[in-house]
């Protein structure tokens, strides 16, 4: 293929989580190997850690379940 230079050396990798083939935009993506979305994701997954969003917001937006509940804080159970 005359194209192959295009995906040898230009910044294609694939993405760890979910094995799609993608390169840098400019988010910073691919110090991670991850595609944008999943980057995107990951960013969304520290804000319900850190308490910036909530699990609902989450789960609205990308239409599954939170990944990491068992990473969440439980104060809303136990109220201390
Ligand atoms: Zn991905």
Do not use: Q, W
């Amino acid at each position: 293929m005359a194209d192959n230079r295009r995906f040898g050396r230009g910044g294609v990798y694939t993405c760890t989580e979910c094995d799609k083939k993608t390169r840098e935009t400019g988010e910073g993506e691919s110090a991670l190997e991850m595609c944008r979305s999943c980057y995107l994701e990951g960013g969304h997954i520290n804000s319900v850690l850190d308490g910036n969003m909530t699990v609902t917001e989450f789960e609205k937006m990308y239409e599954k379940p939170f990944p990491f509940p068992n990473l969440l804080p439980e104060d809303e159970s136990d109220e201390s």
